[in-house]
């Protein structure tokens, strides 16, 4: 059974810091990429950030680059997105993706088989 339970989620001041979790379990362990993606309200889902387990590589979003950082646990088979500088635009639900995604669909969902329930982020101006 794969399972990918992400925590964190809150509400935050627009200029303020949360951090995500992502801890995966089952089949999911065995992908090679971790992924963070967000849908805000009326809005389609899009990338955040990324991270592959075995080299450490990271890929981020534009919008999010130099004040998300996203890092990982082997041991605990656990992946967090530190987010600061919250805007209110990072209102949203995110998710996260487990995968073997190409350079090329690292960015993309169909680059990630498995997903989680998502967590909701607020951020108040």
């Known amino acids: 059974q794969v399972q990918l339970v992400e925590s964190g989620g809150g509400l935050v001041q627009a200029g303020g810091s949360l951090r995500l979790s992502c801890a995966a379990s089952?089949?999911?362990?065995?992908?090679?990429?971790m992924g963070w993606f967000r849908r805000a309200p009326g809005k389609e889902r899009e990338f955040v950030a990324a991270?592959?387990?075995?080299?450490?590589?990271?890929y981020y979003a534009d919008s999010v680059k130099g004040r998300f950082t996203i890092s990982r646990d082997n041991a605990k088979n656990t992946v967090y997105l530190q987010m600061n500088s919250l805007k209110s635009e990072g209102t949203a639900v995110y998710y996260c993706?487990?995968?073997?995604?190409?350079?090329?669909?690292?960015?993309?969902?169909?680059?990630?088989?498995?997903w989680g329930q998502g967590t909701q982020v607020t951020v108040s101006s």
């Open positions: 089952g089949r999911a362990i065995s992908s090679s990429a």
């Open positions: 991270i592959n387990w075995r080299n450490g590589n990271t």
């Open positions: 993706a487990a995968g073997d995604p190409s350079i090329g669909t690292v960015g993309q969902s169909l680059g990630y088989w498995y």
